[in-house]
């Protein structure tokens, strides 16, 4: 079966340090992945979205970065973090067929709180 | 482009009550619908889906959506709220004939009166 793992599940940083985080898939191969951020009240907001190795859209300009080193690795970076980075970070994937949405299936999330 | 509204931000409703949470979609043609719950710290996890066919989903915990075509809108129901119930519920729309990403709606708070 598939799973979804995400790392760390809570962080507190201070402003200007750097930031990564981490998102692995199992148990499935060629899966598109993707980076939401929830603000307090503000529902998700889409980051970034991978469809394959090395290659990232970014749905929102700002301080962060993403990378797909690998098929089922997905990374959230930033070089120096602000006080407006905080929230609550999920990772989701879903299963990559012509013409068919399936669904995402999302981690447990990362808390990142910068102080 | 397709995009969700779910109209209550909060809801309250006693244990035992039924339960409605609305959604309304924008999309030209039957898009993909979804319904998803997010406990607080937790992840999103999937209640049910709907692609074709019968127009009344069930889904986990007891829920069920109707997906209203006249109506462009993909409610939520359970007939019995349990205190377990209390959460935050998401809508979700998809794009059919392509890798288009979902689009989410901002949520409903439900809480659980006992």
């Known amino acids: 079966s598939q799973t979804i793992h995400q790392w760390p599940a809570t962080l507190v940083q201070p402003v200007g340090s750097p930031l990564s985080l981490e998102c692995t898939v199992e148990g499935t191969s060629n899966p598109n992945l993707y980076w939401y951020r929830q603000a307090a009240g503000r529902g998700l907001q889409l980051l970034f979205y991978?469809?394959?190795?090395?290659?990232i859209s970014s749905e929102v300009p700002q301080n962060l970065s993403a990378s797909r080193p690998q098929d089922r690795q997905f990374i959230l970076s930033s070089k120096k973090l602000l006080l407006s980075d905080s929230g609550f970070y999920l990772c989701?994937?879903?299963?990559?067929?012509?013409?068919?949405?399936?669904?995402?299936?999302f981690g447990s999330g990362t808390r990142l709180t910068v102080v | 482009a397709q995009s969700v509204t779910q109209p209550d931000i909060h809801i309250t409703v006693s244990e035992g009550a039924s339960l409605e949470l609305r959604c309304n979609y924008s999309y030209g043609a039957t898009p993909y619908l979804f319904w998803y719950v997010q406990s607080p710290g937790q992840g999103l996890q999937l209640l049910l889906k709907y692609f074709s066919g019968d127009t009344l989903v069930q889904g986990i915990k007891g829920f069920e959506a109707e997906f209203k075509r006249s109506q462009s809108s993909f409610n939520l129901r359970k007939p019995s709220v349990h205190w377990s119930d209390a959460a935050e519920y998401f809508c979700a729309v998809g794009a059919r004939g392509s890798q288009g990403n979902l689009i989410f709606g901002k949520g409903t708070k439900l809480s659980v009166k006992p």
């Open positions: 989701a994937w879903s299963v990559r067929t012509g013409g068919v949405n399936y669904g995402y299936t």
């Open positions: 991978s469809v394959g190795i090395g290659q």
